[in-house]
């Protein structure tokens, strides 16, 4: 999962910089479908302490890859994600992601 999230944040870098370069081609440079380049980009507006859970490797463990690809129309809305992905408001204190 942290290289799914390390790719997301790069194709949205690649999308930032794109200066006008139609969405397709970033795409086919990145070597991945159109619709696969965009779930990722979603990714990389996951909420901050979702993201450090799974770098640190604190997820709850039906938080998987597969389960992040498919909720990838995520809302930007930190609280919305929290609830569509169905984990509470984070603990700072927590060693694992509250669950």
Known sequence: MVRL????????????????VPFAALAEREGVSRSYFTRLVRLSYLAPDITQA???????????AEKLL???????????QRTMLGLPESDPNSKIYPC
């Open 5 to 20: 999230l390390l790719r997301a944040r790069r194709f949205n870098t690649t999308l930032a910089q794109g200066e006008g």
């Open 70 to 80: 498919e909720h990838s129309r995520l809302p930007l809305a930190w609280h919305d």
């Open 54 to 64: 799974i770098l640190d490797g604190r997820q709850p463990p039906d938080l998987t």
